[in-house]
């Protein structure tokens, strides 16, 4: 599952040390310091080798992390978010979807392919914000051009230089006209170019997912898009030649180019549920392909090379983050080869009540916040007193040891069933402003501690 990461922070990357790196990701994620270290020492560590010489820089590989702890701890949110700092390709995949090759299944090399992807969007993302007033400035022109009667040549008794003056006042003055918005109800007619003819995914050999040969790249000359007559008001035609401006203006080989160096250098893949291929040949379980997967992902993370359709992509210099509860398997059931690929293994913490209220209450996106502005957009005050965080935080912990502890997750359970008939009332709702206290929580989440069968209250 891909995930794109839009963001960016307000200080550089190169000046931030390991201990505001933790100090960055602990405005998101509570407690589970010693992954943080770990995490932050790794992201410095790449900085750090940026700066070598060329030679040496090659010979250093990055220390890949295992991260081991229950779920809903925040393995994941931490990969996500250092990800997030330091402006790197990151994906996230689930090892049980991969198997071994034979099996029905996704090849591992597609993790590689499709951090590809996502690098090559950030890179267009970021080549369009550099060409969007320019883009923006050339479909104005022709914009202008389709509005504007084309220019009516000039007779032999008159002056060409003044007929040229006030075509072009009476142009500006329609540019004045379009960038106030008194033109927007107008309608025009332009040429629109049609969808190119589909993409075929073209299997050939035994690793084949993803090839993605698109027929319109092999025979340029036969598949152009046709174009055809459309109207349209002019605020739609002014966005649509702005996107045909900024594809004109940016260099997709060089966005190819620099997006392979970019997942080089500073991709981040993160292998969830790497447990859950743990396991040896021999022992007793019917997924016969788990030491397969677990051969076939360690080329992957030894470092290879990878064939994508941007080009050949090595993987020598990725950074590796796995994760796994390892409640049933323990990391030594993985295979050598492969333990010895994470030599950094953090152990995650369980959370108990106190890291609830601070998850409750301190993050910036921090549940009680997000429900309270949920709640703002029908004009409705929300807002939790202390005791009421603190009996959150409890029936949650409570819950988790009497049936499966799945973290931080049950307060997700805990807080729809906590507002469920605010949110439910919220339109209709006479007396907008409303308390959450002790009480409140008391009456509405004490069925569910007292219900033995608590499977319906489970995520």
Do not use: C, W
Not at 140 to 155: G, Y
């Amino acid at each position: 599952m891909p995930i794109y990461l839009p963001e960016t922070t307000q200080t550089s990357i190169d000046t931030l040390t390991p201990r505001q790196i933790v100090a960055e990701l602990d405005k998101y994620v509570i407690g589970q310091k010693a992954a943080k270290r770990a995490v932050a020492i790794a992201l410095r560590n790449r900085m750090r080798r940026q700066k070598l010489t060329p030679e040496l820089a090659e010979e250093i590989a990055p220390k890949n992390i295992l991260m081991i702890g229950p779920t809903g701890v925040g393995k994941t949110e931490i990969a996500r978010r250092l990800a997030r700092l330091a402006q790197s390709p990151f994906i996230k995949v689930e090892a049980s979807k991969f198997t071994e090759v034979g099996y029905v299944g996704r090849d591992v090399e597609s993790m590689v392919r499709d951090l590809v992807e996502l690098g090559v969007d950030m890179v267009r993302e970021e080549r369009l914000e550099e060409v969007h007033a320019k883009a923006g400035q050339n479909a104005e022109d022709r914009l202008l051009d389709i509005l504007l009667p084309p220019p009516r040549p000039t007779a032999p008794d008159e002056d060409g230089v003044a007929g040229r003056d006030q075509q072009q006042q009476t142009r500006e003055r329609f540019r004045e006209q379009l960038r106030a918005g008194r033109l927007d109800a107008r309608i025009v007619e332009m040429d629109v170019r049609e969808k190119s003819f589909p993409s075929f995914e073209i299997i050939a050999g035994s690793s084949i997912e993803e090839v993605d040969v698109n027929l319109k790249d092999m025979l340029p000359g036969l598949f152009q898009g046709k174009t055809k007559k459309r109207r349209m008001k002019v605020p739609e035609a002014l966005e649509y030649l702005t996107q045909e401006e900024e594809q004109k203006l940016i260099d997709m080989d060089s966005v190819a180019r620099t997006a392979v160096h970019r997942v080089e250098q500073a991709g981040i893949i993160f292998v969830d549920e790497i447990d859950k291929i743990a396991g040896r040949e021999g022992a007793q379980g019917p997924d016969v392909s788990r030491e397969g997967v677990q051969r076939d992902i360690l080329p992957i993370v030894e470092g290879t090379t990878v064939n994508t359709k941007y080009g050949m992509v090595r993987t020598d210099h990725i950074l590796f983050i796995a994760a796994g509860a390892f409640h049933v398997s323990k990391p030594s059931d993985l295979i050598p080869e492969l333990q010895g690929r994470f030599p950094i293994r953090v152990e995650l913490e369980a959370l108990g009540k106190d890291d609830f209220v601070r998850i409750l209450t301190e993050p910036r996106s921090a549940l009680v916040k997000q429900y309270m502005a949920l709640m703002d957009t029908e004009g409705i005050a929300l807002t939790f007193t202390p005791d009421a965080i603190e009996r959150i935080a409890d029936f949650a912990t409570r819950v988790n040891e009497r049936t499966e502890n799945i973290g931080a997750r049950r307060l997700h359970t805990v807080m729809e069933k906590l507002l469920d008939e605010i949110s439910f009332e919220g339109p209709d709702l006479v007396d907008k402003v409303v308390t959450i206290d002790d009480a409140y929580v008391t009456k509405m989440l004490a069925d569910i501690v007292k219900n033995e069968d608590l499977s319906r209250y489970i995520l």
